[in-house]
């Protein structure tokens, strides 16, 4: 049971460590001295990963069917592999930008496969390890996950320190590797209530609700791009932060994501989220505003934690909320939400890529505050219109799920 355990938050720690490895390295492939990227080659790098993940998140289940969700695991922890490969393989590139380039798109391609295959089979496996802590379990995964989404740019900040930035792609590559080893040596299994709920097919129709719920994680998806993504980029070229700094100011971001969802579901098990959940969007959209105007580092550091702490309980409490209101469709909820917030991130990440070359990148993140105040807006109605009596604890408690 213990390496069951181990196998299972490691290879979410490490999914969170590949998914951020590329915005991490934001500064390093925009760097004329290194792959000189445009702002519009930036952004496009995040469209493959995207496409991917939505794919291989509404495949798995089916694959699982025919070959078990272990192998679906296995799947993603090779993808992951070779996406981080390529990465690192991209620095002999430099001189031919044009084929680093084509490299880094295929990198995130095997990210994005990488991603939802893992996350697919990641998130029942958790499910399963703690009878009656079913939604603890869960929660764990998704704090690991975010714990290494934070882990990703220090590690790039600290290899570029050596002047060998591609030692960490190569050191996760070589994680994921004995990761892949130690993972197909044991019995894992769905238990069978999971296997059937997993492969069930059933005639959904959207209701109309639902879709509101997934344009509002669409602009949620998008705020979190321009954090996410191009945080780092935005620390460097307009705060005149170093790679280093921007690196940790990224790392910051992540980190309190990840503690912000853990102090959120704490908070859950007594208190009602729903005027927390209402208010944070519009908390969100100050930070995005208000942080281009910032004029020291400290002041800098501060709105990534701030922002990640504002945007750390919105995507999980809108699966929470969402899923209460259609919960006999509880799986295809959540495989909407997420496609949903993969549509958002890769849609604002390739308009800032885009417009950034013409406007700066400090327009672009005072942009960001329509889409948190969106957001917002579809947030309020969502919950003033819904005929439940609000957000139940019990709900609110599956925050990270």
């Known amino acids: 049971m213990t390496k069951k355990i181990i196998s ?40 493959p990963q995207i496409v991917l993940a939505i794919l291989s998140s509404l495949l798995a289940p089916k694959l699982a069917d025919k070959i078990s969700m272990k192998k679906v695991l ?12 390529l990465l690192g393989a991209s620095h002999w590139l430099i001189e031919y930008q044009m084929v680093a380039y084509g490299i880094i798109l295929l990198s995130t391609a095997f990210l994005g496969a990488g991603f939802g295959f893992s996350i697919t089979a990641l998130n029942p496996f958790a499910y399963q390890l703690f009878e009656g802590k079913e939604s603890s379990a869960v929660t764990g995964l998704h ?22 930035w591609w030692g960490a792609p190569f050191l996760a590559a070589a994680i994921l590797f004995l990761l892949f080893v130690f993972t197909a040596a044991l019995p894992l299994e769905l238990k069978e209530s999971l296997k059937e709920e997993e492969t069930k097919a059933q005639s959904f129709k959207v209701p109309a609700r639902l879709w509101i719920y997934v344009v509002a994680v669409f602009f949620y998806g998008a705020c979190e791009a321009t954090f996410g993504s191009w945080g780092s980029v935005f620390l460097e070229q ?23 969802r853990v102090l959120f579901a704490l908070f859950a098990l007594k208190f009602s989220t729903r005027l927390i959940f209402m208010s944070m969007p519009f908390i969100l959209a100050t930070v995005f505003f208000f942080t281009p105007l910032a004029d020291t580092e ?5 709105a990534m934690v701030v922002g990640g702490l504002a945007i750390s309980f919105l995507f999980p409490q809108s699966v929470s ?8 469709h509880s799986a295809e909820v959540s495989g909407f939400m997420v496609a949903a917030l993969q549509l958002g991130f890769g849609f604002s990440a390739n308009v800032i890529g885009f417009f950034s070359e013409m406007y700066s990148l400090t327009v672009m993140f005072q942009f960001s ?10 947030i309020v109605y969502l919950l003033k219109t819904n005929t439940m009596a609000g957000v139940n604890k019990e709900s609110a408690a599956s925050v990270s799920d």
Request: hydrophobic share 50%; aromatic share 16%.
């Open 8 to 47: 299972i938050y490691a290879s979410g720690f490490m999914t969170g460590v590949a998914l951020i490895m590329f915005p991490g390295a934001g500064s390093i492939l925009t760097d004329p001295e290194f792959h000189g990227f445009t702002g519009g080659q930036f952004g496009s790098i995040f469209t």
């Open 74 to 85: 296995l799947t993603g922890l090779v993808a992951s592999f070779v996406s981080m490969l």
């Open 143 to 164: 704090f690991f996950l975010g714990i290494g989404t934070a882990t990703s740019p220090l590690l790039i900040s600290y290899f570029t320190g050596f002047s060998i």
């Open 238 to 260: 307009e705060g005149g932060l170093s790679v280093a700094r921007a690196s940790l100011g990224l790392s910051l971001f992540w980190g309190f994501v990840a503690v912000g």
């Open 298 to 302: 400290i002041l800098y550091l501060m």
């Open 321 to 328: 909320v969402s899923t209460d209101e259609f919960p006999e």
């Open 369 to 378: 505050t329509v889409y948190a105040v969106l957001f917002g807006g579809l």
